[in-house]
T-cell receptor
């Protein structure tokens, strides 16, 4: 595997379900990010982890819970989501001192 | 006023044309400027990265930054149908908002290159 990988690529879940998104980076980076991409809106930064510590939580509802067990892996735990949470969820990574972020292919989430 | 403004398009051009994509911004603290290309149902791919003002060229792509006008551009020469994608501008200033790598994105411009 190379670059940034995300699983699953597609996810359909009911409002009462609990699911998790997984991201893995193979670039030797030490910062990881979660973004939300909705139609006709700019990418929205959700969470930033730098050296495995959360450094940014961009006013994201508590139904989204991130976890970064090490510098290569990032999870986004989802529970009791709303239909408006349907979007493409993107993971990215970078070196802490660099603005160059590299993205994964995303997870297309549909909440029914 | 949005921090970053980008015309959403769509922009349709014939194959071989020179394409000009642009973004304006309001925050003079931005120092790092990026262009990403995003194909349908894929993640954004970093295309060009520039620091401060000036030009950077990579093959058929040229990125320009004019900090005095708060304006950045991406030029694509000899455009190909494979260039059809959404192009996102993004920018960042060190320690912006307390997070050194917080990128602010434009909404993206959808480009279609017709064969």
């Amino acid at each position: 595997e190379t670059g940034v990988t995300q699983t699953p690529r597609h996810l359909v879940m009911g409002m009462t379900n609990k699911k998790s998104l997984k991201c893995e980076q193979h670039l030797g980076h030490n910062a990881m990010y979660w973004y939300k991409q909705s139609a006709k809106k700019p990418l929205e930064l959700m969470f930033v982890y730098s050296l495995e510590e959360r450094v940014e939580n961009n006013s994201v509802p508590s139904r989204f819970s991130p976890e970064c067990p090490n510098s290569s892996h990032l999870f986004l735990h989802l529970h009791t989501l709303q239909p408006e949470d349907s979007a493409l969820y993107l993971c990215a990574s970078s070196q802490v001192a660099s603005a160059e972020q590299y993205f994964g292919p995303g997870t297309r989430l549909t909440v029914t | 006023q949005k921090e970053v403004e980008q015309d959403p398009g769509p922009l349709s051009v014939p194959e071989g044309a020179i394409v000009s994509l642009n973004c304006t911004y309001s925050n003079s603290a931005f120092q790092y400027f990026m262009w990403y290309r995003q194909y349908s149902r894929k993640g954004p791919e970093l295309l060009m990265y520039t620091y401060s003002s000036g030009n950077k060229e990579d093959g058929r792509f040229t990125a320009q930054v004019d900090k005095s006008s708060k304006y950045i551009s991406l030029f694509i020469r000899d455009s190909q149908p494979s260039d059809s994608a959404t192009y996102l501008c993004a920018m960042s200033g060190r320690n912006y908002g307390g997070a050194t790598n917080k990128l602010i994105f434009g909404t993206g411009t959808l480009l279609a290159v017709q064969p």
